[in-house]
């Protein structure tokens, strides 16, 4: 089974800042089979991110995506009061279990 | 607009089952997969598993393999999830996601809102 592993755990940041969170495989992921998802509280996570570094219709462009292999990060310019949230990446292909990270909670400093 | 919708809360005893359904609108339900997604109190997001719309075939995370069934219902474009002998760690939000016609080919999304499922004596 293929283990992401995010980090940091826990961000914390001020608004107009810019995040970066990584996502390490335990194998290489599949065709860059791996997506970025945001969740808050009481809702359903919302996807960001797939294939790696494509966005979503809708996102915000200050969120990116990129890294191949094994290794995978999310950026998000310039936080706005609204990106305060869990992020998940998750890989989707290959074989199963799609898996996701332990997530990386981005909270306001 | 695609969305998915699921059933509302339950509250259940240990040892019984509870069946979560998930309605799809805004598509033809069998020309994607359906994938559930759990996330206990305080916990990360935990794969359960993956449903063909188009065959039922099944792939199911090893955890839950022998607790849980998943099925769909292509005339009423609705996917359940049923898991059984419940446990009091089977406390979580159940959600339902679209995921790729064939396994492992698709990101989820959309999701469902989403449904508690409180197991408690």
């Known amino acids: 089974e293929v283990v992401l592993t995010q980090s940091p755990g826990t961000l914390s940041l001020s608004p107009g800042e810019r995040a970066t969170l990584s996502c390490r495989a335990s194998?290489?992921?599949?065709?860059?089979?791996l997506a970025w998802y945001q969740h808050k509280p009481g809702q359903a996570p919302r996807l960001l991110i797939y294939?790696?570094?494509n966005r979503v219709t809708g996102i915000p462009d200050r969120f990116s995506g990129s890294g191949s292999g094994t290794d995978f990060s999310l950026t998000i310019n310039r936080l706005e009061p609204e990106d305060f949230a869990v992020y998940y990446c998750?890989?989707?292909?290959?074989?199963?279990?799609?898996?996701f990270g332990q997530g990386t909670k981005l909270e306001i400093k | 607009q695609v969305q998915l919708v699921q059933s509302g809360v339950e509250v259940k005893k240990p040892g019984v089952s509870v069946k979560v359904s998930c309605k799809a609108s805004?598509?033809?339900?069998?020309?994607?997969?359906i994938s559930w997604v759990r996330q206990a109190p305080g916990q990360g997001l935990e794969y359960m598993g993956w449903?063909?719309?188009?065959?039922?075939?099944?792939n199911y995370a090893q955890k839950f393999q022998g607790r849980v069934t998943m099925t769909t219902d292509t005339s009423t474009n609705t996917a359940y999830m049923e898991l059984r002998s419940l446990r009091s760690d089977d406390t979580a939000v159940y959600y339902c996601?679209?995921?790729?016609?064939?396994?492992?080919?698709?990101?989820?999304?959309?999701w469902g809102q989403g449904t508690l499922v409180t197991v408690s004596s």
């Open positions: 996601a679209r995921a790729g016609a064939v396994a492992g080919t698709r990101w989820f999304d959309p």
């Open positions: 805004g598509y033809t339900l069998n020309t994607y997969g």
């Open positions: 449903i063909s719309t188009y065959n039922g075939d099944t």
């Open positions: 194998q290489s992921v599949t065709s860059n089979y």
């Open positions: 294939g790696a570094s």
């Open positions: 998750q890989r989707y292909g290959g074989s199963p279990p799609y898996t």
